[in-house]
């Protein structure tokens, strides 16, 4: 459902969570090795995320990326989502096809509008900061 990119970056802003909620900054190299990511696609994906104003980059010997902790609590997973992907997700075709709207509709039209108000609902009701603490009490996990 969400690109490769988005995979990540969304994988990325909830490791830097849980290291800047212990105020910890954190390599590319590190999260790209924590998250499972290339590193030349994981830097690129940061530089996204900063951009956003959703995560935070320190240059220098102890630099690398964090999130200040107030913004952990009111970061949105659909934000994280918009930095990377945009609204695509919430728009388009659920088969792919160029025209589908409500006059011309394709055969999952109706049902793919569901799964889109469901995904929009949970996106824009999940912070950072709740992921943060299911990785860090054990109930989630990054990578297998």
């Given at each position: ?32 090795e ?6 030349a696609f994981?830097?690129k ?27 952990i ?26 025209t ?31 992921l ?8 989630s996990?990054?990578?297998?």
């Open positions: 459902m969400f690109s490769k990119a988005c995979e990540y970056g969304i994988k990325a802003a909830i490791y830097i969570a849980v290291n800047s909620s212990e105020n910890k900054r954190v390599s590319p190299k590190e999260i790209s924590k998250i499972d990511s290339p590193q994981t830097a994906i940061l530089q996204a995320l900063v951009r956003h104003n959703i995560i935070i980059s320190v240059r220098g010997a102890y630099g690398g990326f964090e999130i200040d902790k107030t913004k609590e009111t970061t949105k997973l659909s934000q994280i989502v918009y930095a990377i992907d945009g609204d695509s997700i919430y728009n388009g075709c659920g088969l792919g096809l160029h589908c709207d409500e006059n011309h509709p394709c055969p999952v039209h109706d049902k793919f509008k569901l799964v889109r108000e469901e995904l929009r609902d949970m996106l824009d009701n999940t912070t950072l900061e709740r943060a603490l299911e990785i860090k009490s054990g109930v996990f990054l990578k297998t």
